[in-house]
């Protein structure tokens, strides 16, 4: 895994992490529980971005910039989402096009 993500994680709808983790030298900012409110919160954000797609189009993804960690979301089937964070200062878009050159097939 790429030494700027912190985190990579395939998440259910139920929120729960089903593949992926955090790097080794990632201590998680959020405990488990708030961490998991964060997935919940992801999915139900991409739920509300969905009532926009038949007029801008289907979500590619979506950012969300702190001080201390950079989350990145992507749709994938089954109303999973792959959920990241990024080290502050990393070049989203340069992960951006390599995750969805990874997960193409998987949208």
Known sequence: MDKRIR????????GE???GGFQEEAKPLLDQNKEQQLYLESLSARGSLREYSDSLGDLIYNITEYRKVILMTFPLKESKILCMSLFPGTDLMN???????LIGSRY
């Open 7 to 14: 985190f990579a994680g395939v998440v259910t709808p139920m």
């Open 17 to 19: 992490v089903i593949e």
């Open 95 to 101: 992960i951006k096009n390599q995750v969805i050159r």
